[in-house]
């Protein structure tokens, strides 16, 4: 599978409670149970009024199903070409 970096414009996420994070975790995991095994949430970054997440899917058309399900928008959907940190000297598969 693919990693994907998909950016969702909610309005107030930034300010959300934990109850209502929790329940927007739960949504999409329902959401990603009915699609498995094409997707895979790794971890989500919520800052102002957008969320950051990181997924592995099979495709862009998988992550758009899945944000279709959840309720939840795919604003922007980019493939991570690959990662880097600070002991990264070269980035394989760029």
């Given at each position: 599978m693919?990693?994907?970096?998909?950016?969702?414009?909610?309005?107030?996420a930034?300010?959300?409670?934990t109850?209502d994070?929790?329940?927007?975790?739960?949504?999409s995991?329902?959401?990603?149970?009915?699609?498995?095994?094409?997707?895979?949430?790794?971890?989500?970054?919520v800052?102002?009024?957008?969320?950051?997440?990181i997924?592995?899917?099979?495709?862009?058309?998988?992550i758009?199903?899945?944000?279709?399900?959840?309720?939840?928008?795919a604003?922007n959907?980019?493939e991570v070409?690959?990662?880097?940190?600070?002991?990264?000297?070269n980035?394989?598969?760029?």
């Amino acid at each position: 599978m693919k990693k994907y970096v998909i950016e969702r414009d909610i309005p107030g996420a930034g300010n959300m409670g934990t109850q209502d994070l929790a329940a927007a975790s739960r949504k999409s995991n329902e959401a990603l149970a009915e699609l498995a095994p094409f997707i895979q949430w790794q971890h989500s970054y919520v800052a102002g009024d957008k969320t950051f997440c990181i997924y592995l899917a099979k495709d862009e058309t998988t992550i758009l199903e899945h944000a279709r399900r959840s309720g939840f928008p795919a604003n922007n959907i980019t493939e991570v070409a690959c990662e880097i940190d600070p002991t990264t000297e070269n980035c394989k598969g760029a």
